[in-house]
C-alpha cells in the first residue's frame, strides 16, 4: 500500500514569494490534514478535510494561507505572501475516519523563508 | 478546551533500561483516543500505541505500553529495553469529537538513549 507522497521535501524562497505543496493520502482514506511543525515544537493543525470539505481551518491564517481538496483525494496548500516565521514542516496526514483515527503521515515538506 | 501537555523536554535513558515519558490531557469530550508517535532525525512520524477512553486495559504493543490513568487524566508511554534506535521525538496526541474528529498534539519530548 502506497503512503502518503508529498512534494516538494525541501523549498526555499524570499519573504513575500509564494509556495505551494502538494499532497496525495492514501487511498480510501477520506479526511486529510495539514499540520505546521516549526523546529523544537510539536505539530499544529492548520486545516482538516473530510473528503473535499473543511471539518477545521480555525488556526489557518487565512490571510495568507490556503488551501484545498477539490476532488476529495489530492490536497493543496498554498502560502502567499510568505513570511519568516513560516519556516516550518509542513506535514500532510490522512486517516481513515471510522477506525482508532491513526494518523498516517507523509515525509514532510520543509520551508526555509529567507 | 482540549489540551495535550508534555512536560518534559528532554530525557536520558541508559541502553537497556526502562524509561517513561509523561502526557497528560484536557478534554470535556467523553470519548477520545490517546497515542503516541515517535519522530527520528529523518522526520517522518510514526505510529507506536493507541489508547481509547472506554478500553478497560492499557494498551501495549512490542516494547511500548501506555499506562493510562483516567482519572489522573494522564497516558504515559513506557518503552522497556531501550535502544539506541529510540533516541527521537515523541509527540502525544488526542483525538477528540466537537463537530468533527480532530487530533491535537503535545510539545514532545526528545528521548536520549546513552550506551
Known amino acids: 500500500e502506497a503512503g502518503v507522497a508529498q512534494s516538494p521535501r525541501y523549498k526555499i524562497i524570499e519573504k513575500r514569494q509564494s509556495v505551494a505543496f502538494w499532497c496525495n493520502p492514501i487511498?480510501?482514506?477520506?479526511?486529510l490534514y495539514w499540520y505546521q511543525q516549526i523546529l523544537g515544537q510539536g505539530p499544529k493543525l492548520l486545516i482538516q478535510f473530510q473528503n473535499n470539505g473543511v471539518v477545521d481551518d480555525s488556526q489557518l491564517p487565512k490571510d495568507r494561507f490556503s488551501a484545498e481538496r477539490l476532488k476529495g483525494v489530492d490536497s493543496t496548500l498554498k502560502i502567499q505572501p510568505a513570511k519568516l516565521e513560516d519556516s516550518a514542516v509542513y506535514l500532510c496526514?490522512?486517516?481513515?475516519?471510522?477506525?482508532?483515527?491513526?494518523?498516517?503521515f507523509g515525509e514532510g515538506s520543509r520551508l526555509t523563508v529567507l | 478546551a482540549q489540551k495535550i501537555t508534555q512536560t518534559q523536554p528532554g530525557m536520558f535513558v541508559q541502553e537497556k533500561e526502562a524509561v517513561t515519558l509523561d502526557c497528560t490531557y484536557d478534554?470535556?469530550?467523553?470519548?477520545?483516543?490517546l497515542f503516541w508517535y515517535k519522530q527520528p532525525s529523518s522526520g517522518e512520524m510514526i505510529f507506536l500505541i493507541y489508547q481509547g477512553s472506554y478500553d478497560q486495559q492499557n494498551a501495549t504493543e512490542g516494547r511500548y505500553s501506555l499506562n493510562f490513568q483516567k482519572a489522573r487524566k494522564s497516558a504515559n508511554l513506557v518503552i522497556s529495553a531501550s535502544q539506541l534506535g529510540d533516541s527521537a521525538m515523541y509527540f502525544c496526541a488526542m483525538r477528540y469529537n466537537t463537530g468533527g474528529f480532530k487530533t491535537i498534539f503535545g510539545a514532545g519530548t526528545r528521548l536520549f538513549v546513552k550506551a
Open positions: 487511498s480510501g482514506h477520506a479526511t
Open positions: 496526514a490522512s486517516s481513515f475516519p471510522f477506525n482508532t483515527g491513526e494518523l498516517f
Open positions: 478534554t470535556s469530550d467523553p470519548s477520545y483516543g
